[in-house]
């Protein structure tokens, strides 16, 4: 006597799975992958005992191994319509699906879905690929320890608070870190702001504009660093243009105009537009166009001190230069112990974009370049 298997559930079931894979597969027009139980095997049909067989014993009862915790914000959302490739696609990228409207029946999402929630992201600010960091934690009571004052944040540290959280969960950093030699630099700069100080209307040479000169040669040499990654398009946008962002401290917070096409001003040029847009930033005079398009950036910390720091790329740019106090120290040169300016500098970047002998040769070069400026131009 041959067994009966009982398969007209399954049948209802599968045609269920099959409907939402073909209106998936409409959606994105890619095929669906089916999906399959936690434990990676589909469950065998159900059949009833042959005659004069005794059935086998039921372990149900016995407690099962538990596996192992998949990541709460891609992996364990089984109330979320998704098919396991769309579910990857949004880990990838950084996706939390709870936060995407499906489009497909019934609210299943499809990769279109994704798509398109980055894309909006990247434009409005929303949480997006590039944007959420993980949910801030609430904080204890510090009252119950003492005396305490609340402040509203301003604007600006919130923008701030939001723009190096969103580039520290986005970008891999690495810091590459040199030093060079700029006593003959700087004793040239000393020299130049002297015999222009009865030009009023000159402004001075400082090295940050001539380090925004130099940085601008190196764009030109090593594009990958004056480039974006794109991670939802899996390209590399290299730009032709180079517009270097220099960080201004002011009363209500860190600023960071702009100085367009670096590459086409001289240093007079560029130390004089610095010093205009530095002052109209403090004055709250600075337009938001004139902070935005950076394709570099500069943050110059060397008149408060300090001998390095680590400072944060900002999204989408693939790097920045930290540039710290110069110091005075003995240098062996010709069978002898000479004093001489050093200058720290420190190289932030995104490593999907840039290497690590990349970033070293790029620093090097930048630092001969402020040691011996006819580097710059023997290529």
Not at 133 to 157: C, H, M, N, T, Y
Not at 172 to 198: C, G, M, R, S
Request: with cysteine; charged share 25%; hydrophobic share 35%.
């Amino acid at each position: 006597m041959i067994a009966r298997v009982d398969t007209e559930a399954g049948s209802e079931k599968s045609a269920s799975k099959q409907q939402d894979a073909d209106e998936e597969e409409k959606t994105t027009g890619q095929p669906v992958e089916p999906e399959v139980p936690e434990d990676g095997q589909a469950e065998p049909p159900r059949q009833e005992p042959k005659e004069g067989v005794p059935a086998e014993k039921d372990h149900s009862s016995r407690p099962a191994v538990q596996p192992e915790k998949p990541d709460e914000d891609f992996d364990s959302f089984a109330d979320i319509p998704a098919s396991p490739s769309v579910r990857r696609l949004a880990r990838e990228l950084g996706v939390n699906l709870k936060l995407v409207q499906g489009s497909a029946s019934g609210g299943r999402i499809s990769e279109s879905d994704i798509k398109a929630f980055v894309k909006k992201g990247e434009v409005f600010g929303a949480a997006g690929m590039d944007a959420i960091p993980p949910a801030p934690s609430e904080l204890p009571d510090f009252s119950q320890w003492g005396e305490i004052e609340s402040v509203e944040l301003s604007k600006i540290r919130r923008l701030t608070a939001e723009s190096t959280s969103r580039s520290w969960h986005q970008v891999p950093h690495v810091t590459q870190f040199d030093q060079a030699d700029v006593t003959d630099l700087q004793n040239f700069i000393a020299q130049h702001n002297e015999n222009q100080k009865e030009q009023k209307s000159a402004a001075r040479l400082t090295i940050t504009a001539v380090l925004i000169r130099v940085c601008a040669e190196a764009l030109k040499k090593f594009p990958q660093f004056n480039a974006s990654i794109d991670m939802l398009g899996q390209k590399l946008i290299l730009k032709k243009y180079i517009h270097i962002g220099v960080m201004v401290a002011t009363s209500r917070g860190l600023m960071v105009p702009v100085i367009r096409n670096a590459e086409r001003k001289s240093i007079s040029k560029l130390a004089g537009e610095l010093s205009d847009l530095a002052e109209r930033a403090r004055n709250r005079k600075i337009k938001p166009d004139e902070m935005q398009g950076g394709t570099f950036s500069i943050s110059n910390q060397g008149g408060i001190g300090g001998i390095a720091f680590t400072p944060i790329v900002l999204w989408p740019q693939a790097a920045i230069l930290g540039v710290s106090r110069s110091s005075t120290i003995p240098v062996y040169c010709d069978g002898e112990f000479r004093p001489r300016k050093v200058l720290p500098l420190s190289l932030s970047y995104d490593h999907r974009i840039i290497d690590g002998a990349d970033s070293a040769r790029f620093l090097r070069w930048v630092c001969e370049s402020l040691e011996q400026p006819f580097t710059m131009f023997l290529e």
